[in-house]
């Protein structure tokens, strides 16, 4: 046991910092300051669907405009995954939460967060339906409709 007492330190360790008598933190002061660490990580969660949107928007021009199984799985992946998101929205900010919340996964906890979460979400399914209209997959003519239309009432008259 003494053998290993008497190994000279590391290189770069230093006595006077290690055995420092600085005070203690304050609870209150760390508290705080994990919950805005806890805040800030938040706001990176609630704007990572904007963040991806540059990188989904060359998958669907690398995709090009046709209907092919590559086009139509990339459009899928966008039309679900900001739905999953925003169901899922309560449970992924709750460890976010801050501590002295009694719900974390209360729809008033970090609203404001959620809220631009939701924003980036639905700007991304905006992303996918405009896709989905220029592949022609929208119903957006007058002729995508015929099935609805009624004939009117022939006239009968008579050339004779």
Not at 33 to 48: M, P
Not at 61 to 81: A, D, E, N, P, R
Not at 102 to 129: E, M, R, W
Request: charged share 15%.
């Amino acid at each position: 046991m003494n053998l290993w007492r008497s190994l000279p330190p590391p290189p770069g360790f230093s006595k006077s910092l290690a055995s420092s008598s600085k005070a203690p933190a304050k609870s209150g002061d760390s508290t705080t300051k994990y919950d805005e660490l806890k805040a800030s990580r938040a706001w990176e969660a609630a704007i990572a669907p904007a963040k991806a949107l540059p990188m989904q928007a060359f998958m669907l021009y690398m995709s090009g405009g046709g209907v092919q199984i590559f086009s139509m799985g990339i459009v899928f992946m966008l039309l679900l995954t900001p739905f999953k998101n925003i169901f899922g929205m309560n449970e992924a900010f709750a460890q976010f939460a801050p501590i002295n919340s009694s719900d974390p996964k209360a729809l008033s906890t970090l609203a404001l967060q959620k809220l631009v979460f939701i924003a980036c979400n639905l700007l991304t399914l905006g992303v996918g339906l405009w896709k989905c209209s220029t592949m022609g997959l929208l119903p957006t003519g007058s002729g995508d409709w015929l099935a609805f239309e009624t004939r009117g009432v022939a006239p009968e008259i008579s050339l004779y």
